[in-house]
């Protein structure tokens, strides 16, 4: 009897472990995952086929939004479209494509348009935005940066295949070329090249790529 006791013991002292171990906690994580990507895609004007979002993911405008097929995002990815803000209205786009990876705490937001192309990888903290809070003029500052009207200088577009570097500001206005890569901290203020490499603020060609 203290034999099949013992033995019961140890199969149940195996089974805590197992299921607490690193790799069901990993798999557990997954599933999980799986679940609220299935949940959030139901938000979007359009997502293509297995998507894969880390929680918590915080999004705004879901309706304005279109993501492509295997689109994978880390945590606390913050995805805005706004259509209205003080009683101005807007009219939003955010358009993601295929095969697009972005990773921690990056901040996409946009009151025009923003297109990220097929294939683009995006580093953590990465900021997007197609607007201003307020034109940049004397008029503008004597009013709190809150109380301006969000302005738009025009969309961002983000070409395929586009590498993007930690902690990259990318602002109103600006193309940036296919097969781009642009360095960790660099401020997007003005079209880039195609098969370019970029860094610094404000951001300068370091390189071209044949």
């Known amino acids: 009897m203290k034999r099949i006791i013992k033995k019961i013991v140890v199969l149940l ?16 994580s997954i599933k999980l995952n799986q679940l609220y990507s299935i949940w959030k895609s139901n938000d979007f004007k359009k997502i293509g086929g297995n998507p894969y979002f880390l929680y918590p993911m915080y999004v705004h405008g879901a309706k304005y939004i279109e993501i ?15 259509d209205d803000h003080l009683g101005h ?33 995006i580093a953590s903290k990465v900021f997007i935005t197609d607007h201003y809070h307020g034109e ?19 969309r961002v577009k983000i070409e395929k295949n586009v590498w993007i570097g930690e902690s990259v ?36 060609i370091i390189k071209t790529l044949q």
């Open 136 to 154: 940049i003029s004397s008029e503008s500052i004597i009013i709190p940066p809150s109380e301006r009207k969000l302005f738009s200088k025009g």
């Open 68 to 82: 492509g097929e295997n689109f994978n995002c880390g945590y606390r990815l913050r995805l805005e479209a706004f």
């Open 169 to 204: 500001a990318i602002l109103p206005g600006v193309t940036i070329g296919e097969n781009s890569i642009i360095g960790a901290n660099s401020v997007i203020t003005k079209n880039i090249p195609k098969n370019s490499v970029v860094g610094g603020n404000p951001a300068r």
């Open 13 to 28: 002292i195996r089974l805590f472990y197992s299921l607490f171990s690193s790799n069901f906690l990993k798999y557990l």
């Open 89 to 121: 209205k807007f009219n939003p786009k955010i358009t993601i494509g295929n095969n697009v990876s972005i990773n921690f705490d990056c901040h996409i937001g946009a009151t025009n348009e923003i297109e990220i192309g097929d294939g683009v990888l």
